[in-house]
């Protein structure tokens, strides 16, 4: 079926080193890709989104990359931090049913010293 | 500004009962949105607002699940009766509208345990 899905489950990444996430989404009518970030305890939180007429946006800290050939999206986070410690969703709408986000498993991020 | 505000943050309760979760989201915000997200999974959506009407429930158990939001502003999501896989986090989401591109906010959460 249809999914959005991470390559790795946990990553472990030391203190100022780069970090990247992986994606791969099967659904080639998705229009639009979210990374969240989820701390324990909290509820997601928007990182940065991309449009599929793009390839590579650049947040603080953070780019995203869509490669739709192989419907593959990445997270890169420059200098982890231990802050940066946490679940990373990736999620895609697939206009125009926006809003119904269709999330993947996630990928656990550790920040070791 | 002002968080998407849920209560209560955590609520533990027997199979076969109760429970409602309440939401207000971001002022101004005319589409509400309410995710489950079960203990190592994605959120999944549940319903959609848009201002007072439902746009999107297709996911959501109607013999047991239940949403509202009369005046288009805060919402409500009741659970009756309860069963031991509705164990979740019930997560509150709001955006401008309901257009492509309206960033989604969320919720801290309700964590909703059933024994």
């Known amino acids: 079926g249809e999914s959005v899905g991470l390559h790795l489950p946990t990553l472990s990444v030391q203190e100022g080193d780069n970090s990247i996430i992986n994606c791969a989404y099967s659904n080639s009518a998705s229009d639009y890709f979210i990374w969240y970030k989820q701390e324990s305890g909290k509820g997601p939180q928007f990182i940065i989104d991309i449009r599929s007429n793009m390839d590579k946006r650049q947040g603080q800290r953070v780019t995203v990359l869509l490669n739709k050939t192989v419907k593959h999206l990445s997270l890169q986070i420059a200098a982890t931090q231990p802050g940066d410690s946490a679940v990373y969703f990736c999620a895609e709408n697939r206009n125009p049913s926006w809003g119904k986000l269709q999330f993947g498993a996630g990928t656990q991020v550790v920040v070791t010293p | 500004e002002a968080g998407v505000a849920q209560s209560p943050r955590y609520k533990i309760i027997e199979k076969r009962q109760s429970v409602a979760f309440w939401c207000n989201p971001i002022?101004?915000?005319?589409?509400l949105y309410w995710y489950q997200q079960i203990l190592g999974q994605g959120p999944k959506l549940l319903i959609q607002?848009?201002?007072?009407?439902?746009?999107?429930d297709s996911q959501l158990p109607k013999d047991r699940f239940s949403a509202e939001r009369l005046k288009g502003v805060d919402s409500t999501l009741k659970i009756q009766p309860a069963k031991l896989e509705d164990s979740a986090v019930y997560l509150c989401?709001?955006?401008?509208?309901?257009?492509?591109?309206?960033?989604?906010?969320f919720g801290e959460g309700s964590w909703l345990t059933v024994v």
């Open positions: 607002f848009q201002n007072n009407g439902v746009v999107d």
């Open positions: 002022s101004g915000h005319a589409t």
């Open positions: 989401a709001s955006s401008y509208t309901g257009s492509s591109g309206n960033t989604i906010y």
